[in-house]
């Protein structure tokens, strides 16, 4: 069963940088497009990052957060890296990664698979 986990999660002070990352276990995570998607109290789920299937291999940032982040795939692990640098405030939030066969959307949902997710708390 196909199954993702992120990790990396913490409270780090404003303008730090975190790594998070989305474990696959099950299958191989070769052919899927994994989406990084966040979620901060009173707000709706926002996505943040997506990397299209091995055999596409594009990345995609959503507008705002643009410069800040970038995401890493390494198949040979079976993971996708979220890299967050220069954090604030406003990225408190849950963060997920989702998967979906090949393409990236951003329709959350489009994705089958999800994560528990991982909290990130920004605060001095």
């Known amino acids: 069963q196909f199954a993702l986990a992120e990790s990396g999660g913490g409270l780090v002070q404003p303008g730090g940088s975190l790594r998070l990352s989305c474990e696959a276990s099950g299958r191989p995570l070769g052919y899927y497009a994994i989406a990084w998607f966040r979620q901060a109290p009173g707000k709706e789920r926002e996505g943040v990052s997506c990397?299209?299937?091995?055999?596409?291999?594009?990345?995609y940032y959503v507008d705002s957060p643009k410069g800040r982040f970038a995401i890493f795939r390494d198949d040979a692990r079976n993971t996708v890296d979220l890299q967050i640098d220069g954090l604030k405030s406003e990225d408190t939030a849950v963060y997920y990664c989702?998967?979906?066969?090949?393409?990236?959307?951003?329709?959350?949902?489009?994705?089958?698979?999800w994560g528990q997710g991982t909290q990130v708390t920004v605060s001095s």
């Open positions: 990397v299209d299937g091995s055999d596409g291999d594009k990345t």
């Open positions: 989702a998967a979906r066969f090949r393409i990236c959307s951003n329709d959350s949902s489009r994705y089958v698979y």
